[in-house]
Every structure is written in structure tokens, then in C-alpha cells.
């Protein structure tokens, strides 16, 4: 089992972290290696990540499942999946908290990995590095983020080429990567009504060769 807690100073306000942190578009953005995939009916999506131990790197998959509590600036996070040789299964839950600070806004991390597989050893052996220089990479470019204003996002998000309407139909448009995420999540939380933070259980899912259960 790895274990992880981690806090991470911001230099923005809380409800600005909150907006980016919330988002699971601007969350993988600020992991290297990490990509979402399709949304599911009940709220969960799927997801890869890409982490290199030593001189190995190992892809996994999961379905990944995201509640969250406005009002307390608080949220939860369920991952459960394989590597892309279904060799090796693992689970991940964790919270997050935003919080007031002096300077800013501070996020609080906190969760258990657990491994089991033929990669388990390799996985655990070099997790502290790993975690480490993951949380190193995440909380610069979290602050990146926050650091840029709302308005800036929503303008890189809207960003799109529309080709012509063909026989009266509406017209197909194509946006970046990053504002198809966006408007993903977007349509996600608006089939979502309000309700205080719950656990779902979801079955694993995957993407590609490695398909999470």
C-alpha cells in the first residue's frame, strides 16, 4: 500500500483554485502523461497515465470516478484499473481540500494506492521518487494555472474552426484538445444535479489494450 499526503501552497485566491482544481480538464492538463477518455452515464470517466520507474514506463487505465462538495471546497476521488499489460491491478482513492492561507490557498491531498501483480514490486520500490517528482511537476503547473484569470481560460477554450455547413446541416466544429475537454466536463455537470459528496462504486473500465475492471 502507498500512502500519500501532500500539501501544495497556491498563490491565488481559494475560489480560483477551487475553479481549476474541480476540473478534471485543467487537472490532467497539469499531469504529464495523464489523458481522459469517455465519459460514462453515472458521472465516472475513463482515464490512462503514463509513469516511468527507472528505465520502465508503464501505461495504466482506469475508470475513475469524481465527487465533489462545493461548499466545503472539498472533494473525493476513486480510480480503479490495470497496467496495459493486465498484469497488474491497482486501486487509488484520495481527498482534496482547498484552504484558506496567508498567501494565497493551500491544497491538501491525501489517499492509499494499493498494488497487486507482477509489477507490484517495481511499482512500490520506486513510488517515493515517482510521487515526488510527480508532485513536483503537478503543483508547478497548478500554479500556473490558477495564476491565469478565468476569462483567459474560457478564451482558450472557445478557440474553434468551423467548416462549412453542408446541405443545411449545422455546421461540424472543431476545437483544441483542451476545450473539447472543457466542454466535456462542462455537459457532464450540467446532467448532474447538486447533492452532497457520496462515494460511488463503479466497475473498472479501460482504454486501449489494457482495459480496467
Known amino acids: ?24 480538464a485543467q487537472v490532467v492538463s497539469c ?14 470517466f475513463d482515464g490512462t497515465l503514463v509513469v516511468k520507474f527507472g528505465a520502465v514506463r508503464v501505461k495504466f487505465a482506469a475508470r475513475v470516478t469524481l465527487e465533489l462538495a462545493p461548499d466545503e471546497f472539498e472533494g473525493r ?11 497488474t491491478r491497482f486501486t487509488a482513492d484520495a481527498t482534496f481540500r482547498v484552504v484558506e492561507a496567508p498567501d494565497g490557498a493551500r491544497v ?3 489517499g492509499e494506492i494499493g498494488i497487486n501483480g507482477k509489477l507490484a514490486g517495481l511499482v512500490e520500490s ?35 474552426v468551423v467548416a ?11 476545437t483544441g484538445l483542451f476545450g473539447r475537454l472543457r466542454a466535456w466536463w462542462a455537459r457532464l455537470r450540467q446532467r448532474r444535479d447538486p447533492a ?3 462515494i460511488h462504486q463503479s466497475k473498472e473500465a479501460g482504454t486501449g489494450n489494457a482495459q480496467a475492471q
Open 164 to 174: 462549412p455547413a453542408v446541405a443545411g446541416r449545422a455546421a461540424p466544429v472543431t
Open 108 to 110: 491538501a491531498v491525501s
Open 1 to 24: 500500500m502507498i500512502s500519500i499526503t501532500e500539501e501544495i501552497a497556491v498563490p491565488s485566491a481559494r475560489a480560483r483554485v477551487w475553479e481549476v482544481i474541480s476540473d478534471p
Open 126 to 160: 520506486g513510488a517515493g521518487a515517482v510521487v515526488t517528482r510527480m508532485t513536483k511537476e503537478f503543483s508547478e503547473r497548478l500554479i500556473q494555472h490558477c495564476a491565469t484569470p478565468a476569462t483567459a481560460d474560457a478564451a482558450d477554450a472557445a478557440d474553434e
Open 196 to 198: 452532497p459528496m457520496t
Open 77 to 87: 476521488l476513486s480510480a480503479r484499473g490495470r497496467d496495459g499489460q493486465r498484469a
Open 31 to 44: 499531469i504529464g502523461g495523464a489523458e481522459l477518455g469517455a465519459a460514462h452515464e453515472d458521472g465516472s
